[in-house]
């Protein structure tokens, strides 16, 4: 089925769950494609976190009970780290990411 030239695999934006947590990503490594549109569905077992990826102009706060979702689209391909954007204690500088966006 197509719309305004789109097919319906296009318009539907593929789904990621990832859990925060003192201090960790799960999953820690994710691969998505370029011009592929992506949700995260973000939740927090433990604090507040937060995940922000400064080369792809994304940042989102995680706050625990609540949806937190971040919609995009890659537009260029590489390597991205993401990190914690918000002080979640002594372990908040390791609490990485890795996005890897392909062709």
């Given at each position: ?49 937060g ?6 102009n ?46």
């Amino acid at each position: 089925m197509t719309f305004l030239g789109f097919s319906s695999a296009q318009e539907t934006p593929r789904t990621i769950n990832i859990v925060a947590k003192r201090f960790t990503y799960e999953p820690n490594d994710i691969t998505v494609k370029k011009d592929e549109p992506v949700v995260f569905k973000l939740t927090t077992s433990d604090v507040t976190h937060g995940l922000k990826f400064k080369d792809l102009n994304l940042d989102i706060r995680i706050e625990k009970g609540k949806n937190n979702e971040l919609a995009f689209t890659p537009t260029k391909t590489g390597d991205f780290k993401g990190q914690c954007s918000v002080f979640c204690g002594p372990g908040h500088g390791s609490m990485r990411l890795t996005l890897h966006v392909t062709e």
